[in-house]
C-alpha cells in the first residue's frame, strides 16, 4: 500500500509547499488538487478490498468450492489491475449472478460496505471542491473574466451532482438490475406520473430516463412491455420535451402518431404497452414505473 500512496504523497506535499489553497487561481488546479486527494482516498480503499475479496476466495478454496472461489478470484483481479490504471473511476466488479447463495451473499455485502465507504469519503471531498469553485467563480466574475467564470461554474455543477449521485448509490434497493453501469428497479405497480416521479425521487433515484436506443429496449424488456411512465416531460414548454435529470433530449422513440397533446393536457411521456412512447395526461394512473440510479463517475 505504502509503494502506491508515496508518489501521491510527494505530490501533495509538493502542492502543499507552493502555497496551499491560496495559491490555486484556476480551474484546471483546482481539479488537479481534487484529482489528487480523490486518489489518495479511494486508492487504499481498493487495496482493502482486494484483500477481503483474495480472503473469501481462500475460505472457499479451502472448503474445496473451486467455483466460488474462482468468482471472487476473477472479482479481486479486476479490482488489483484497476490499481495500475484509473482506480478512482473503477466501482466494485459486476456481480456474476450464477455465483452459489452463499458467494452472492458476501459478494453482496461487501458491495454495499466498499458503497458506503467511498461515498462517505468522496461526498465531503466533492463538496469541498464545490465550494472552492464556487468561491473561485464569484472572483472571476467580480474580476470581469466570465468566460474563466463559467468553466468554474460547469465544473462546480458536475461536483455538486457527483456528490449527490455517490451519496445515493448506497441506497439503490435489493432487486435493481444493473445496465451500462447503472441500477434500474421495475415497479409493478400503476401510478399517476407524478406519484411514480415521487416514488424514485424519495429512493434517491428517478423515473427513468431513455437516451439511446439500448436502453430503450432495454426498459421495455425490464417493464415486461406494459405501459411504463418516462422521466420525460413538455410541461413547460409545451412540444419541448425534457429528461427530468436535465439530460440532453436527443433519443427519442415515439410512435408515428406522438406526442399529440391530446385534449390540450398530455405533458408526461410513457412506453405505451403496443409499442412506441406516448405523451399523456397528470391524471392518468395506467403505467408502471423503473427508477434508475446513474452510476457516480468515481464510486
Ligand atoms: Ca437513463
Ligand atoms: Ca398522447
Redesign the pocket.
Do not use: K, P
Given at each position: 500500500m505504502s509503494r502506491i500512496l508515496e508518489p501521491r504523497k510527494l505530490v501533495t506535499l509538493a502542492l502543499l509547499g507552493a502555497g496551499g489553497i491560496s495559491a490555486f487561481a484556476d480551474v484546471g488546479a483546482l481539479t488537479e488538487k481534487f484529482e489528487k486527494r480523490r486518489s489518495a482516498v479511494i486508492v487504499p480503499l481498493r487495496v482493502q478490498l482486494s484483500k477481503d475479496l483474495r480472503a473469501l476466495e481462500q475460505r472457499y478454496a479451502k472448503s474445496g468450492d473451486l467455483d466460488q472461489a474462482t468468482k471472487f478470484k476473477r472479482a479481486r483481479t479486476l479490482v488489483e489491475k484497476s490499481l495500475d490504471g484509473e482506480p478512482a473511476k473503477r466501482g466494485f466488479p459486476v456481480i456474476d449472478e450464477t455465483i452459489g447463495e452463499d458467494g452472492r451473499h458476501r459478494m453482496k455485502r461487501l458491495r454495499d460496505d466498499y458503497r458506503r465507504k467511498i461515498g462517505k469519503v468522496l461526498a465531503p471531498l466533492l463538496r469541498v471542491y464545490a465550494t472552492e469553485l464556487a468561491k473561485l467563480e464569484k472572483s472571476l466574475t467580480a474580476a470581469g473574466k466570465y468566460e474563466a467564470a463559467s468553466k468554474a461554474k460547469g465544473e462546480r455543477v458536475y461536483a455538486e451532482r457527483q456528490s449527490h449521485l455517490i451519496r445515493e448509490w448506497p441506497r439503490v434497493p435489493e432487486g435493481a438490475v444493473e445496465f451500462g453501469g447503472?441500477q434500474y428497479l421495475f415497479i409493478d405497480k400503476t401510478s399517476t406520473w407524478h406519484k411514480a416521479r415521487k416514488k424514485c425521487a424519495d429512493m434517491g433515484g428517478h423515473l427513468?430516463?431513455?437516451?439511446n436506443e439500448k436502453?430503450n429496449r432495454f426498459v421495455r424488456n425490464l417493464s415486461r412491455k406494459k405501459n411504463l411512465w418516462l422521466?420525460a416531460t413538455d410541461e413547460e414548454k409545451e412540444g419541448e420535451w425534457v429528461?427530468i435529470?436535465g439530460?440532453p433530449f436527443e433519443y427519442s422513440h415515439w410512435n408515428s402518431r406522438s406526442p399529440d397533446n391530446h385534449k390540450g393536457n398530455q405533458h408526461y411521456a410513457y412506453y405505451w404497452s403496443k409499442g412506441g412512447w406516448d405523451d399523456h395526461s397528470p391524471d392518468a394512473d395506467q403505467a408502471t414505473a423503473i427508477c434508475?440510479w446513474?452510476k457516480p463517475e468515481y464510486y
Open positions: 447503472n427513468v430516463t431513455v437516451t436502453e422521466g429528461w435529470t439530460e434508475e446513474d
